[in-house]
């Protein structure tokens, strides 16, 4: 049923940038596997494998998709805030690691150190996992001045939500990156609830693809959902960035399914809310209608393609349950690097 | 999988209520469909279909209390799945590895139950490297030898840059990077807006890049601004991604006490930043120890906080005159050997550790008087050897007595030299108090000479 509101929906509307076969497919996998995963990590964390804190990306993952598939993956940096497991896995970070360092094990990407907030990687430009709201955009900032200072062409990706929106230290660093028009593209994914204030609640103007004006940072509201629209605009403002034009800013307007971590009450918004974006909007329902829709695809074909990434979920998981956790020695490294 | 369990909300939950079922028995649900609904006194919360399959039974009643966590509250079967199989695995919570403490018949038993983890690594710190056989020694300012080291760092290596407020074309505050931008250009001498916490972050995210980040503060007060970045972001990274991405950078401006500018710009932070993992704290007195420890700091991998006085700029010593002049970090310095009582202390103190120790040495009084130039790694075996030798210690400090460097040390003489002390250890500290702008209060604020030279005299009981 679902997928019959959604399909009707994609036909009536008109001028949507379109992805190749090819694109959708990637697209569908991804966002799949960001999805899988998720729900895993959310079993996982009922189970009591998963302590702390646990943000799960489930209905954004065509923003992070879109973003990557528009980037020079492995060339660009990314950086976004504490709801990370979607961009390490859509840039290519082992599933395994990343699960097992939310199950605190010694085989975690930052070895059970880090956890779910905190995992990196410099081989795939994945600068965090950011537990400090607002912290990484100047960080981003950080990593577009690098790629200036070095001119080796590469554009930073800065992501942070509607809540960090609202930090002080976001428009010091709008300000610096259009001052010195660093190459870098701040995603603002506004999912309308930091923790469990809306919006309309916390911010004295809502559409945050404007809060670049007073720095001349030109800025696009995107349908965060669609990913068709958010692989079309991240284009654009990486293009932007790339060529030496200086900041853009990208409001995704999208939605999470969960609360805002795993012990959320979830008072503030009505069931209806959640179920109308899951019926109606939801990202890979989206792309799943239209590779059946055009016959690039078959119910069959995304069977396997489910049950391939239903296996590296469940290996992953599997691996973070049985790998052993740090030895005690590790307590004490990584602390300072010796000279 | 075709057991549901009851999941917990939080690390913390035991149990909860199952409030309501959304499934019936024959009902087939797929990946993402809403079970059931828990409620605990914090939170409500979904249970969630994680494969697909059939309903077969519901094990728990809705409107039960006090349902454990991990209790199988369902039984879903997917496509070929018998009721047989296994139930999915609980975490097993047991630590791996803990060989159990050998307790001593007195030890109290809770003792041992605590999780014992390794010690911590010794630090060992190198010695000063010997100066080559007639070195030419140059008489120069603090201020200048910070200079002539940031520019050799940044003749070195094209990696290093200066960024901060007033740096270049103003020339630096303080003119500490007089002459820098006319030598390495807009591109590495980069003037910013009025925006610490803005500047100081762009370093961090530059330095994971693999920059190297001079960061001057135009005074350590205003770092107060990006504390958070210098300790969640830059501190704390390397350990947080397992050794992976480092912030090998230098914040560094002038710390501690100037003179009549109020509260707000005469605070002493070489306490705050000595507490924290991650960090390494340079704090220099001599022209010499600071052109040579700013140098390490520079290509030291880690984060290094290097803490200047803006009263010791002008001050003056001799540097050896050589192409690359390192000193190591987390060396302390032993500026007068002696046998009667250790003085220690760094910066801005050691100017009134040294004018006391000249008159009691004239007075008669053998003192040992140490320099630690770094705070963090900090040189406990100098102080710990040479308390053994002197059985006494007078630590000396600009910043506030509580949780000081002063407090540390006698902690630290304590724990490795209690039996050789023959008086308790005196702390000299600034006064608690916010620091006063009237000149006459300013002073009383401020530790004097005399007042090391008293706290000598009482713990030689000369007093």
Known sequence: MARKAVASKAKTQTNVPQLTPEQELEAYREMLLIRRFEEKAGQMYGMGLIGGFCHLYIGQEAVVTGVTMASEKGKDAQITGYRDHGHMLVMGLDPKGVMAELTGRQGGLSGGKGGSMHMFSNEHRFYGGNGIVGAQVSLGNGLAFAAKYRGDGTVALAYFGDGAANQGQVYESFNMAKLWKL??????????????????????????????????????????????????????????????????????????????????PAKYRSKDEVTKYRQERDPIEQVKARLLESGAETEESLKVIESEIRAIVTQAAEFATNDAEPDPAELWTDITISA | MPQ????????????????????????????????????????????????????????????????????????????????????????????????????????????????????????????????????????????????????????????????????????????????????????????????????????????????????????????????????????????????????????????????????????????????????????????????????????????????ENEILYGSTGLVPKMDDFLLPIGKARIARKGADVTIVSFSMGMRYASQATEKLVAAGVDVELIDLRTLRPLDSDTVIESVKKTGRMVTVEEGWPQGGIGAELSARVMEAAFDYLDAPVMRVTGKDVPMPYAANLEKLALPHVDDVIAAVNAVTYRS
């Open chain 2, 4 to 307: 549901i369990l009851m999941p917990a909300l939080s690390p913390t939950m035991e149990e909860g209520t199952l409030s309501k079922w959304l499934v019936k028995v024959g009902d087939t649900v797929s990946p993402g469909d809403v079970l059931a609904e828990i409620e605990t006194d914090k939170a409500t919360m979904e249970v969630e279909a994680v494969d697909s399959g059939v309903v077969k039974e519901l094990m728990i009643e809705e409107g039960t209390e006090g349902v454990k966590v991990n209790t199988p509250i369902a039984l879903v079967l997917g496509e070929g799945e018998q009721a047989g199989e296994a139930a999915p695995k609980v975490a097993e919570q047991a630590a791996t590895s803990e060989p159990a403490a050998e307790t001593a018949a007195a030890t109290v038993p809770a003792e041992a139950k605590a999780p014992q983890a390794a010690d911590a690594p010794k630090f060992v710190a190198q010695d000063d490297p010997d100066l080559p056989e007639g070195v030419e020694m140059v008489e120069m300012t603090v201020r200048q030898a910070l200079n002539e080291a940031m520019a050799e760092e940044l003749r070195r290596d094209k990696d290093v840059f200066v960024i901060g407020e007033e740096v270049a074309e103003y020339q630096g505050a303080y003119k500490i990077t007089q002459n820098l931008l006319q030598e390495f250009g807009p591109e590495r001498i980069v003037d910013t807006p009025i925006t610490e916490h803005g500047f100081a972050g762009l370093a961090v995210g530059a330095a994971f890049a693999g920059l190297k980040p001079i960061v001057e503060f135009m005074t350590w007060n205003f770092a107060m601004q990006a504390i958070d970045q210098i300790i969640n972001s830059a501190a704390k990274q390397l350990y947080m991604s397992g050794g992976q991405v480092t912030a090998p950078m230098v914040f560094r401006g002038p710390n501690g006490v100037a003179s009549r500018v109020g509260a707000q710009h005469s605070q002493d932070y070489s306490a705050w930043y000595s507490h924290v993992p991650g960090l390494t704290v340079i704090a220099p007195y001599s022209a010499a120890d600071a052109k040579g420890l700013l140098k390490a700091a520079i290509r030291s991998p880690n984060p290094v906080i290097f803490l």
């Open chain 1, 183 to 264: 190459p870098v593209v701040f995603i603002i994914e506004n999912n309308k609830y930091a923790m469990g204030t809306s919006t309309e609640r916390s911010s004295a103007t809502t559409d945050f693809s404007k809060r670049g004006a007073s720095f001349d940072i030109p800025g696009e509201q995107v349908d965060g959902m669609d990913v068709r629209m958010v692989y079309d605009a991240a284009q654009r403002a990486i293009e932007y960035a790339r060529s030496g034009k200086g900041p853009y800013i990208l409001e995704m307007l999208t939605y999470r399914y969960r609360g805002h971590s795993m012990s959320d």
